[in-house]
């Protein structure tokens, strides 16, 4: 009668131990599943977007917002304009840093104002030639209606003009350096923008050459 009563009293203690031995064994599981090994690779895959997204980033304003809209170009020779010396090139890597552009860091901007109008930046052309069309359109214009050549127009109406300038490229910058590429249809393309533009400027300084060799330059139109 003693042996069996020690034998089941034996069982409960050899399961209790058991059951301490498992429970131990499974509070560790956590920490087993937290191995170097795993932490190493958690710690890479979670690091690969940021790279990524640091890559992204490394895009100045051009390859930003106007690779994306213009032609595709020759394999081998460079987007956007080209540096004439040593020197343009520093300034052109500076004006494209984070310590020129801590503007999208105060706004939330995509594109900082000094990397998108420095000389290869995506804004100087695209405002050059807009206010080049519209200046050309206009100078006609008011040379018809009042007599003025272009010259006497940029006398006389100095405010007026700097006013319409500064409007341009204040309404041309934003959607710069809010990261949006510029848009067109198939018949008006962004490509289509520009060349009327680089014409502009031509029809701009066609205008004032003939102001200065000859005052009144243009006949009024019929």
Known sequence: MAALMIASTARPIA????????NCSSSRLPFVALSPAVVRRTVIARAEPGEKKQQTDSRDSYQKI???VRSVFPEGSDSGAQNFGASQGEADDFLKSKEANRDTE???TEVGVADAMRFKGAAPEVINCRLA?????AAVLVENATGKNVIQQTQTEQFPIAVIVITFIIASLVPIVRGVPRKGNSIFTADAELWNGRLAMLGIAALYWNAYISPSSLTPLK
């Open 133 to 137: 069309m519209l200046g050309f359109v």
């Open 106 to 108: 105060i706004f939330g």
């Open 15 to 22: 399961r209790t131990t058991a059951s301490k031995s498992f």
């Open 66 to 68: 106007e690779e994306p």
